[in-house]
């Protein structure tokens, strides 16, 4: 284990925590987090087997109820419709870190390529587990086109912005700190 890995993997965790406590209110009770934008830091930042140590990480302190989540914390978390962008957010650092790791970008047009990738495969996984909570746990009769159309009124395109933005930084951030993710 490399120290510097373990300092780095412990300041994403927290600012993994800090932005999840960030809120900016949306629409129908929502609210927009910077918890996915240092997810995606995250995944670049650190070698793959140290970016998935710290999602787990960041999941099991939350689950143990420790408040680290944007809603707090507890097992009970895992009933919520929102606990599936948690597992999307790992299986995101596992594909972009594993992608990052292969090729890494050289321009804000290659991190915005990835960060389009981790914006789909937490999406994929926090829509379904919504749905399925919705439906199956919650009793909701919420039609599908009806989840879809907030996530892709509002969550989204905050996400695509936010990735456009990330993409900006992220070039200088991994150039200023000689960030290497291949371990």
């Known amino acids: 284990m490399k120290t510097k890995y373990l300092l780095r993997a412990a300041l994403c965790l927290a ?5 999840a406590r960030i809120q900016i209110p949306l629409p129908y009770f929502d609210y927009y987090t910077f918890q996915f934008t240092f997810v995606l830091l995250t ?22 109820g420790i408040p680290v989540f944007a809603g707090g914390g507890g097992f009970d978390y895992v009933l919520r419709p929102s606990f ?3 597992i ?5 650092v596992v594909v972009l870190a594993q992608i990052y790791k292969r090729k890494q970008p050289t321009t804000k ?24 909570i919705l439906h ?7 039609p ?7 996530a892709f009124a509002f969550d989204i395109p ?21 960030a290497s993710n291949l371990g």
């Not at 915005?112 to 587990?129: E, H, K, Q, R």
């Not at 199956?136 to 919420?142: D, I």
């Not at 456009?164 to 000689?178: D, M, T």
């Open 15 to 19: 600012l993994i925590a800090v932005g």
């Open 43 to 64: 995944a670049v930042l650190l070698p793959p087997i140290y970016a998935i140590g710290t999602m787990v990480t960041y999941i099991a302190m939350g689950l143990l």
């Open 84 to 86: 599936g962008y948690l």
């Open 88 to 92: 999307g957010f790992l299986a995101t």
């Open 109 to 132: 047009w290659g991190y915005f390529l990835l960060n389009t990738i981790g914006i789909v495969v937490t999406y994929l996984f926090g829509l379904t587990y919504k749905t399925a």
């Open 136 to 142: 199956f746990y919650l009793g909701q009769a919420v």
């Open 144 to 150: 599908i086109w009806a989840i879809l159309t907030t």
């Open 158 to 178: 905050a996400d695509v912005i936010m990735v456009f933005c990330l993409s900006l930084i992220e070039v200088r951030v991994v150039k200023a700190i000689g």
